[in-house]
């Protein structure tokens, strides 16, 4: 028998179905946002170094974040061209090269074959300073907007976006077309902006300048910051050969052989530490300014700080060398102490700090070869002539190469459609004759990329991101893993789809909104973009292809 039940069960009984909300448990509110977000690009970092020296250093800089941030060990620059221009316009942007724009840090424009850097215009110059035209003073090539961009959009323009760099392109970048960019000017030493962003630099950038900060180092010494011992594992100094006239031993000395502090010194100070203090020193010098963190509308900010000089480190000596290792340890001390700084002026509770790499580094050939690894450098102006030499011969004497900035390669139209010809048919012709040279391992033509007809691998995932359909070339080679395009006997450089440069650091912290952790997880630098903007409850980019990295979040 089935027991029936009172009218007065039932009438609460269907009371509590009626109003389910006022017994269920509230939902969580999420964390408020922060008040500041600092993103800290370190130039020429490969995310090996934060691995290979974690245990050297300090507590309170990189180890901190890896500590009490989420750390992504399989994170990447997910394009095939990785150079800086293109690395930091992914930052913020969460683009690819085909959407944003930005193709190299100089590219051949098409439409006049000479070449152009990516963040000249004309239409503006630096703040009294020198500009030539070549000089990189708006953000006017990149084609889509940033995180700041949507930040200042959904706060009415209230919210505060800075960037700085010992860079023009590492600022302007990151700055996006609405923020405000200041970079490092080599021959005075300054840190100015450009005409695009205002017609006089405020007063607080007045006073910094006028107390010379950049000269105090002349005379200083760049020496090792921990014992003998600690460089054991270091490739050995011989490596880089002593040349009259050049620094690559530590101590490092800072000084103009003028004797006075002069342009020589200001252009100097890039290689070493002393640029990215100044960097740093800059940087709080804009919280204070500016008064980042503590917008009086109540809406968050945004510093951007590019450090360039580990970049400039690791070209001339190597990812290898006792000096890119001790200058990643001052990093990590500096580090230590802005975060001070700004426990101190906005309180790391309300702070959120993403950390990450516009590329990676190989070694050095010299190096490598050491470890039993095929590495050489290929003079692309030889590789071009003789390219040349091989069109025109094949078809009758033309002269179908146009300008080239490798790893683009442009034809000339003109003279291919005088010829008679097809463009396909030359395209092929060229990739043929780039397969068979020494070093080079892939040669995409433009017809293979516009038509998706390129095959499938990562590689070609990476390459076709990196080829913008008005700004890149008719072909796009590839070298083979440890080589790359460059002249000389010393040194390295960056640019290719394989791991060493694109695997980067990409650190997260701030602990209201991001569950510390090593993940393990495949991330982009393009997923930071998405991220902060869901964290910021903002419009992501309008070219972010990256996803919210929902793993770190609390």
């Not at 424009?109 to 030539?132: A, I, M, R």
Request: net charge neutral.
């Amino acid at each position: 028998m089935i027991k029936q039940l009172s009218l007065p069960v039932l009438v609460l009984a269907s009371a509590l179905l009626a109003q389910p909300a006022a017994f269920a448990a509230a939902p969580a509110q999420p964390a408020a946002q922060p008040k500041l977000v600092v993103v800290l690009v370190v130039d020429g970092l490969p995310n090996e170094q934060v691995l290979r020296y974690r245990d050297q250093f300090g507590q309170g800089g990189l180890r901190r974040m890896l500590d009490q941030g989420a750390s992504f060990s399989n994170a990447h620059q997910a394009h095939g061209i990785t150079v800086t221009a293109i690395g930091h316009s992914a930052v913020l942007t969460g683009a690819y090269p085909y959407v944003h724009g930005i193709i190299g840090n100089n590219w051949i424009d098409p439409q006049t074959g000479k070449s152009v850097y990516c963040t000249e215009d004309t239409n503006y110059h630096y703040l009294n300073e020198e500009t030539k035209p070549s000089d990189g003073t708006a953000p006017t090539r990149l084609k889509v907007d940033t995180l700041g961009d949507q930040l200042r959009y959904a706060t009415g323009g209230q919210a505060k976006v800075v960037a700085v760099s010992g860079k023009d392109r590492g600022a302007i970048l990151l700055a996006g077309k609405t923020g405000t960019a200041y970079m490092y000017m080599d021959k005075t030493g300054n840190f100015a902006s450009s005409s695009y962003y205002m017609q006089q630099h405020p007063a607080w950038v007045q006073q910094y300048q006028a107390s010379k900060p950049q000269d105090r180092y002349y005379g200083k010494t760049w020496a090792p910051l921990l014992p003998a011992s600690a460089y054991a594992g270091d490739a050995p100094e011989e490596l880089n050969q002593v040349k009259a006239g050049t620094h690559n031993r530590l101590p490092f000395s800072y000084y103009s052989e003028s004797g006075n502090i002069d342009a020589d010194y200001y252009n100097l100070l890039k290689t070493g530490p002393y640029l990215d203090q100044l960097t740093l020193d800059f940087a709080r010098a804009a919280v204070e300014g500016e008064n980042l963190g503590r917008n009086p509308a109540g809406v968050p900010d945004l510093l951007g700080v590019s450090l360039s000089a580990h970049d400039y480190v690791n070209h001339a000596f190597g990812p290898e060398s006792k000096l890119s290792h001790d200058h990643l340890q001052r990093v990590d001390r500096m580090l230590a102490e802005f975060f001070s700084y700004l426990d101190k002026r906005v309180g790391m509770d309300n702070v959120l700090v993403v950390l990450t790499a516009d590329h990676g580094f190989p070694n050095t050939p010299e190096f490598s070869r050491t470890q039993h690894i095929d590495a050489e450098r290929i003079d692309g102006s030889a590789m071009m002539k003789a390219l040349d030499q091989h069109l025109s011969a094949k078809f009758g004497g033309a002269k179908l190469l146009g300008a080239w900035s490798l790893p683009n390669i442009h034809l000339d139209y003109q003279q291919i459609e005088k010829s008679g010809l097809k463009r396909e048919e030359v395209e092929n012709a060229a990739a043929r004759f780039l397969l068979a040279q020494k070093g080079i391992v892939e040669a995409y033509t433009r017809t293979q990329l516009e038509s998706g007809a390129a095959n499938t691998t990562r590689m070609a995932t990476l390459m076709r991101r990196a080829w913008n359909r008005e700004a890149s070339g008719d072909l796009m080679v590839v070298t083979k893993p440890y080589w790359y395009f460059g002249t000389g006997s010393s040194g390295t450089s960056h640019g290719s789809p394989y791991a060493y440069d694109t695997n980067v650091p990409l650190l997260i912290m701030g602990k209201r909104w991001i569950k510390p952790g090593a993940y393990g997880q495949y991330a982009e630098v393009v997923d930071i973009a998405p991220t902060l903007a869901h964290l910021l409850h903002v419009r992501p980019p309008a070219g972010a292809e990256g996803r919210v990295l929902t793993e770190s979040l609390q």
